[in-house]
């Protein structure tokens, strides 16, 4: 015979945990964690020691922020009773500089993509530039 856990009484299925399952911690978590360690569902493991007086075992569980779907813990997999992100997802616009301005994924008909592309450098920047680079450049004399 298993062990039947308690659910919490915030958790009814089909409806969403109180503020979609986020805490003061990680405002762009929308899911509760079940701790094996005591059964209990908590938003985060600050909340679960600030709580609780043993030690904290990793989740194994978690449950939906909109939907209360209690399924195996997974970090970037959508929910599988309503299809929706439990975490924040990541866009391409603009992330730490590199973003949708990747020449390699950027649309061909985007104007930046070709940018600069087919600039000429002007004889004396090049020879800066070699002087920069400690590269000597020697004329040889034919005789």
Same mark, same amino acid.
């Given at each position: ?25 990680? #405002? ?7 701790? /094996? +360690?005591? $059964? ?7 909340? %679960?020691? !600030? ?17 209360? #779907? ?7 997999? /959508? +929910?599988? $009773? ?7 997802? %990541?866009? !391409? ?17 985007? #104007? ?32």
């Amino acid at each position: 015979s298993r062990k039947r856990i308690p659910k919490a009484p915030a958790i009814v299925e089909g409806k969403p945990l109180p503020n979609f399952g986020t805490c003061k911690h990680y #405002k762009k978590s929308y899911r509760w964690m079940r701790f /094996p +360690c005591c $059964g209990k569902t908590y938003p985060c493991d600050v909340c %679960h020691d !600030s709580k609780e007086d043993h030690e904290m075992k990793y989740a194994n569980r978690m449950i939906c922020g909109f939907c209360c #779907k209690e399924q195996p813990y997974s970090a970037d997999k /959508p +929910c599988k $009773g309503c299809d929706m992100n439990m975490t924040k997802v %990541h866009t !391409s616009h603009w992330e730490g500089g590199g973003g949708c301005r990747d020449k390699i994924t950027m649309c061909r008909n985007d #104007k930046a993509k070709h940018r600069n592309m087919s600039k000429t450098i002007s004889k004396h920047s090049q020879k800066v530039k070699d002087m920069q680079s400690g590269k000597k450049k020697t004329k040889l004399r034919h005789t």
